[in-house]
């Protein structure tokens, strides 16, 4: 059993950042592969990026590409999110999520904890 807890989040302006950190219980972390995902009210929840148990490989969506950046600290089990460059359109709630997919886990299914969220709201 994991549990995560997701904070950071908060209300920015567009082109602001934010870290987004997600804490795991427990003393398996390093054998999850992370994800982060984001739901706006009425859509699906999407794929957001991910990483490997080792932290070695990364995954993007290509909408966050080149300005998000997932990382992980298995002495801390943690996984963080850094968030850059933000748009109104990143306006979301994220989830942070651990399952033992490996290699590139950007479906739902692939994924059996979730955190209960953190809220990010970007201003125009």
């Known amino acids: 059993q994991v549990q995560l807890v997701e904070s950071g989040g908060g209300l920015v302006q567009a082109g602001g950042s934010l870290r987004l950190s997600c804490a795991a219980s427990g003393r398996t972390f390093s054998s999850y592969a992370m994800g982060w995902f984001r739901q706006t009210p009425g859509k699906e929840r999407e794929f957001v990026a991910s990483i490997t148990r080792t932290g070695v490989n990364t995954y993007y969506a290509d909408s966050v590409k080149g300005r998000f950046i997932i990382s992980r600290d298995n002495a801390k089990n943690t996984v963080y999110l850094q968030a850059n460059s933000l748009k109104p359109e990143d306006t979301a709630l994220y989830y942070c999520?651990?399952?033992?997919?490996?290699?590139?886990?950007?479906?739902?299914?692939?994924?059996?904890?979730w955190g209960q969220g953190t809220q990010v709201t970007v201003s125009s």
């Open positions: 999520a651990a399952g033992r997919c490996p290699g590139y886990c950007s479906g739902y299914g692939n994924y059996d904890y």
